[in-house]
Structure formats: structure tokens, C-alpha cells
């Protein structure tokens, strides 16, 4: 049984950063691609940034520049590094990752964690 869970939400001020941190059981997350996504309040959710099996990362427009994905291997986490926080960042946060041998992200068959929840404050 695959089971995701995310650490590292929290109020934080306009401009500052926060580190979201996913770990994983039943899944190892070098083996596939994932990613994170968030749903702000009254949206739907939107896919932000992901890493696949080789290391290469992808990213919303709305977070590049600003939002740094990662993974660490050793300790099977998927991180996310959120700098220059915007009010607009506000929303919860998902880990998510694709089912092996597809190793896609798709809305419909992502394994995912429960949410973190981030707050940005003006």
C-alpha cells in the first residue's frame, strides 16, 4: 500500500520561503515521476512542478524562478523549496506520483499524500 505524507506548511509572510517535504511508503520515488500540486481556495487543482526518473524537473509558469523541486534518494523525499512566497501561493499542497510502468502524472491515477496546507500573508 502506497501511502504519502507531506510536512513543512505554515504561515509565512509575503517574500518569505517555506520547504515542503513528502515521504513515502510502499513507493520509491527515483523509480517515477512526481511532483506536487496545490489547490488554492475556490480553484481547482493545478499540477506545479514535477521531477522524473532522471532528475529533470519541469514547472508551472506561475512558480519558476521561485519554487525548487527535488529529491533525495538516499532518504526517498520529495521536496519543495518555496521562495519570494505570494499572497496567490496560498493553498494546500499535494505530493503526487505516478503508478509504475506508466510513471506519468495524471489528476485520475496519481498516488497522493493527504495536503499541507501554506498561507501567505500580505
Known amino acids: 500500500q502506497v501511502q504519502l505524507v507531506e510536512f513543512g506548511g505554515g504561515s509565512v509572510q509575503t517574500g518569505g520561503s517555506l520547504k515542503l517535504s513528502c515521504t513515502a511508503s510502499g513507493y520509491i520515488f527515483r523509480t517515477c515521476k512526481a511532483g506536487w500540486y496545490r489547490q488554492a481556495p475556490g480553484k481547482e487543482r493545478e499540477w506545479i512542478a514535477s521531477?522524473?526518473?532522471?532528475?529533470?524537473?519541469l514547472y508551472a509558469d506561475s512558480v519558476t524562478g521561485r519554487f525548487i523541486i527535488s529529491r533525495d534518494n538516499d532518504l526517498n523525499t520529495l521536496d519543495l523549496q518555496m521562495f519570494s512566497l505570494k499572497t496567490e501561493d496560498t493553498a494546500v499542497y499535494y505530493c503526487?506520483?505516478?503508478?509504475?510502468?506508466?510513471?506519468?502524472?495524471?489528476?485520475?491515477?496519481?498516488?497522493w499524500g493527504q495536503g499541507t496546507r501554506v498561507t501567505v500573508s500580505a
Open positions: 521531477i522524473d526518473k532522471g532528475g529533470s524537473t
Open positions: 503526487a506520483a505516478g503508478r509504475p510502468f506508466a510513471c506519468v502524472l495524471q489528476e485520475q491515477s496519481n498516488y
